[in-house]
C-alpha cells in the first residue's frame, strides 16, 4: 500500500517527472530570439562564403551562389602556399609574426611597471599620466602617417620591420596601460597592505599576491595587441616595401594580382585570418573590459 | 597641444572609465580628493622609473609626429616639386582655405552621416538588440552567438575589404545573385555611402553588443520582478528599469564607437572615398590629400582640425556623462 508521504513533494521548478521546467517565455521573447539568429547568421555569411569558397576547386569556386555539395580540396591552400603564384607568403607571414608578438612583448614590459605605478598612486598629479596616455588615443592615425614615414626615410629604417615593431609597440601602449590598470584595479588594497604588514617587498609582493589576480588580464592585453598589430594595414603598407611587408599588405597585393582565382584569394584570406581569430576566441570573455578600458566588468 | 591639457575633464572621465560599479571606491581610492597612497612602498622615483620608457616612447613615435603634423600645417610643403625640397612657412592660408573649401564640408557632412548611421545608431542599437534578445538564452547559446557576431570584429581589415567587395560586384557578387540580377547594381558605385554605412554596422557591433550583454547581466533581478508583478509592459520596462541601470555604459560605449568610426580608415578601402568623393569621410579625405594629392601641408592644417572635433566629441558625451541619474 502506498501512502500519499511515500512521494517526495515536487518543487513548482520542476516538472512532477522531476526534470527542471523550461522557464515561461513569452512570445514576444521568442520572435526576438528567433531575429537575432536571422540577424546572426547574416553576420557570418560573408565569412562562411569565404570558408566555403577556400575550400573549393576553381571551376566550383566560380558558380554563384557557392555551391555546398561541391567536393572540397585543398587545392587553393597548396596554390597560396605554394611557389604557384611565382611567390609565398612565407616571409610576409614571418615578418606579421615577428611585428605581432614582439611589439606584444614589448608592450607587456612597458605597460605593467606603468600601469603598476599608476594605479598605486605613488605621486600626486598622477592621473594626469594616465589622461596623457589615453589622449594620445584621440590623434587621427592617418595624420601621423606623414611624419612618421619622413622620420623612417632619415634615419633609413624604411621597409625594416623593426620600424613597425617599434610603432606597433608605441601605438598599443596607451590601451595596454588603461586595460593593465583596469585588471589591476581588482587586486584588494588590503591584501597588498597585508603583505607589507608581513615584511613582503616589491618582487614578493608581485609573484604572490599581484600576478596570480592580474594574469587572466595580462593573457587578454596581449591578446588584444597581438590582434591590433596583425591587422594593422595602413602604415605597413605605406612603411615597407617588398622586404618588410606583412601578411595583410602580402595579402592586399594578392588579391590585386590574383583576383580572379576566387578560390585561392578565399584561402590566402583564411590563412591570414586564422591567427587573429584564434587570439579574438581566446580573449572573448575579457575583451570588452579590456577595450571599455575598465569601464565593464 | 589641446589634447595634453585633457586632465580638466579629469573626475568625469574617471566616472566614466571606471564605471557604475563600486570595485574602484574600494580598491582605488580617487586621486583628486585623497591623499596619495603607497600601500607597497614604491616610493616616488621608482614609480617614475616604471612609467618614463613607455612615456618616451610615445613621445617618439605619437607625440613628435603630432608636433610635426602641427608644424606642416603652416606650411606649403608638398610630397613633390620645389615646396618638397623648401618648404616655406604660409602661415594660417591652410587654415583658411580648409575652412572656405566646399570639399572640406563635404567630408565633415559624409563623416557626420558615417558616424551617426553606422556607430551611434547602427552599432548601438544593434548590439542592444542582440544583447537584450539573447539574454532569456542559454549561455552557450549565447556565447555562439557571440562569437559568430565577433568574426566580423576581429578579421583584418584587408580581409573584410576583399570579402566585401567580392560580395557586392556586379557581375558574380553574391548579394547580386541572391537577388536574381546578374548583372545588377554595382553597390559600391552607385551607392558608396549606403554600403560603407552598412559595412561598418556589420564591423563594429560585435563591440557594443559584448558590451549592452554586461550592462544587462548588472540590472538589479529584483527590479525586473517588481516591474513583472506590475504588470509593465516591455516597453515601459525597457523605459523605467533597464535604461536607468545601463545609462553610463550605453554613453561609454557612444563615445568609445563614435572615436572609433571617426577616425576609421577601413572605409577607404572598400571605396577609396569615390566615386567622385561621394564616400570621402575625413580619414579618406586626410590620405587622398597627403598621399595620393601630395599637399602635405594643406592635409596637416585639416589634421588638426578634425583632431579639435575629436576632442570636443569627447567633451560633450564627458559633460553628459557627468550628469548622474537621480
Same mark, same amino acid.
Given at each position: ?13 520542476? @516538472?512532477?517527472? =522531476? ?63 605554394? !611557389?604557384?603564384? =611565382? ?53 587621427p592615425?592617418v595624420a601621423?602617417?606623414l611624419p ?70 595580462? $593573457?587578454?592585453?596581449?591578446? *588584444? ?21 606583412? !601578411? ?14 576566387? $578560390? ?6 583564411? $590563412? ?26 | ?20 560599479? !563600486? ?34 616612447? *610615445? ?7 603630432a608636433l610635426w603634423t602641427l608644424y606642416i600645417g603652416v606650411t606649403d610643403y608638398r610630397l613633390?616639386?620645389?615646396a618638397a625640397?623648401?618648404p616655406q612657412i604660409v602661415g594660417l592660408e591652410n587654415y583658411r582655405r580648409a575652412l572656405t573649401d566646399p570639399t572640406f564640408y563635404?567630408s565633415m ?56 567587395? $567580392? ?37 563594429? @557591433? ?27 509592459? @516591455? ?25 572609433? @568610426? ?20 575625413v580619414?579618406?579625405y586626410i590620405?587622398n590629400t597627403a598621399?595620393?594629392g601630395g599637399e602635405m601641408g594643406y592635409s596637416g592644417a585639416i589634421s588638426l582640425l578634425v583632431l579639435l ?18
Amino acid at each position: 500500500m502506498t501512502s500519499i508521504t511515500d512521494t517526495a513533494p515536487v518543487p513548482a521548478t520542476r @516538472t512532477a517527472a =522531476g526534470a527542471p521546467r523550461e522557464k515561461r517565455r513569452s512570445p514576444s521573447g521568442l520572435v526576438l530570439t528567433l531575429l537575432a539568429w536571422v540577424v546572426g547568421v547574416l553576420f557570418v555569411l560573408p565569412v562562411l562564403w569565404m570558408a566555403l569558397t577556400s575550400l573549393h576547386s576553381e571551376p566550383a569556386a566560380a558558380t554563384n551562389p557557392p555551391s555546398i555539395a561541391a567536393p572540397p580540396t585543398l587545392q587553393g591552400y597548396r596554390d597560396f602556399f605554394g !611557389a604557384g603564384a =611565382g611567390t609565398t607568403p612565407w616571409p610576409s607571414l614571418a615578418n606579421s609574426l615577428t611585428a605581432s608578438v614582439t611589439s606584444t612583448i614589448l608592450v607587456l614590459l612597458l605597460s605593467i611597471p606603468a600601469a603598476y605605478a599608476l594605479s598605486i598612486k605613488p605621486v600626486r598629479k598622477w592621473t594626469d599620466v594616465l589622461f596623457f596616455f589615453l589622449s594620445t588615443k584621440m590623434l587621427p592615425v592617418v595624420a601621423g602617417l606623414l611624419p612618421i614615414y619622413l622620420f623612417a626615410q632619415s634615419v633609413g629604417l624604411l621597409d625594416n620591420i623593426w620600424l613597425l615593431v617599434l610603432f606597433y609597440t608605441s601605438m598599443n601602449l596607451p590601451i595596454a596601460v588603461w586595460m593593465m590598470r583596469s585588471f589591476l584595479a581588482e587586486v584588494p588594497v588590503e591584501m597588498l597592505e597585508a603583505a607589507s604588514m608581513d615584511g613582503a617587498g616589491l618582487t614578493r609582493t608581485l609573484q604572490s599576491v599581484v600576478a596570480p589576480v592580474v594574469m587572466p588580464g595580462i $593573457a587578454a592585453t596581449s591578446l *588584444i595587441c597581438f590582434i591590433f598589430s596583425w591587422n594593422e594595414l595602413l602604415f605597413a603598407r605605406v612603411l615597407t616595401g617588398t622586404v618588410a611587408q606583412t !601578411a595583410p599588405v602580402y595579402l592586399t597585393g594578392f588579391v590585386t594580382s590574383q583576383g580572379l582565382f576566387l $578560390a585561392k584569394v578565399c584561402a590566402a584570406a583564411v $590563412a591570414v585570418s586564422l591567427p587573429v581569430l584564434i587570439a579574438g576566441f581566446a580573449a572573448q570573455d575579457k575583451l570588452v573590459q579590456g577595450l571599455s578600458l575598465g569601464a565593464v566588468k | 597641444m589641446g589634447w595634453a591639457r585633457l586632465p580638466a575633464a579629469e573626475p568625469a572621465l574617471d566616472a566614466v572609465a571606471t564605471g557604475a560599479t !563600486a570595485a574602484p571606491a574600494a580598491t582605488m581610492p580617487a586621486g583628486r580628493a585623497g591623499p596619495a597612497t603607497d600601500v607597497v612602498g614604491l616610493g616616488r622615483w621608482r614609480a617614475l622609473g616604471f612609467v618614463t620608457p613607455g612615456l618616451v616612447l *610615445i613621445g617618439v613615435f605619437l607625440v613628435f609626429p603630432a608636433l610635426w603634423t602641427l608644424y606642416i600645417g603652416v606650411t606649403d610643403y608638398r610630397l613633390t616639386g620645389t615646396a618638397a625640397r623648401a618648404p616655406q612657412i604660409v602661415g594660417l592660408e591652410n587654415y583658411r582655405r580648409a575652412l572656405t573649401d566646399p570639399t572640406f564640408y563635404r567630408s565633415m557632412w559624409l563623416t557626420l552621416v558615417f558616424v551617426l548611421g553606422s556607430a551611434v545608431l547602427g552599432q548601438n542599437l544593434l548590439g542592444f538588440f542582440f544583447a537584450y534578445a539573447l539574454r532569456p538564452a542559454r549561455p552557450a547559446v549565447r556565447r555562439l552567438v557571440e562569437a559568430l557576431v565577433l568574426l566580423a570584429w576581429i578579421l583584418p581589415s584587408s580581409v573584410v575589404a576583399f570579402l566585401w567587395i $567580392a560580395m557586392l560586384d556586379r557581375d558574380g557578387g553574391t548579394v547580386n545573385v541572391l537577388l536574381g540580377q546578374v548583372p545588377g547594381v554595382a553597390w559600391l558605385i552607385e551607392y558608396p555611402m549606403v554600403a560603407i554605412v552598412v559595412f561598418n554596422i556589420w564591423r563594429g @557591433t560585435a563591440f557594443s553588443m559584448m558590451l549592452y550583454s554586461a550592462a544587462l547581466s548588472g540590472v538589479p533581478p529584483s527590479q525586473l520582478e517588481t516591474a513583472r508583478l506590475a504588470g509593465a509592459s @516591455t516597453g515601459q520596462t525597457l523605459r523605467d528599469v533597464i535604461l536607468p541601470n545601463i545609462r553610463r555604459y550605453a554613453l561609454t560605449n557612444t563615445l568609445l564607437i563614435t572615436l572609433w @568610426t571617426f577616425n576609421d580608415f577601413t572605409p577607404f578601402l572598400l571605396t577609396a572615398g569615390g566615386p567622385n568623393h561621394r564616400s570621402e569621410v575625413v580619414a579618406a579625405y586626410i590620405y587622398n590629400t597627403a598621399i595620393v594629392g601630395g599637399e602635405m601641408g594643406y592635409s596637416g592644417a585639416i589634421s588638426l582640425l578634425v583632431l579639435l572635433v575629436n576632442l570636443l566629441l569627447a567633451l560633450v558625451y564627458l559633460r553628459v556623462a557627468r550628469v548622474r541619474p537621480a
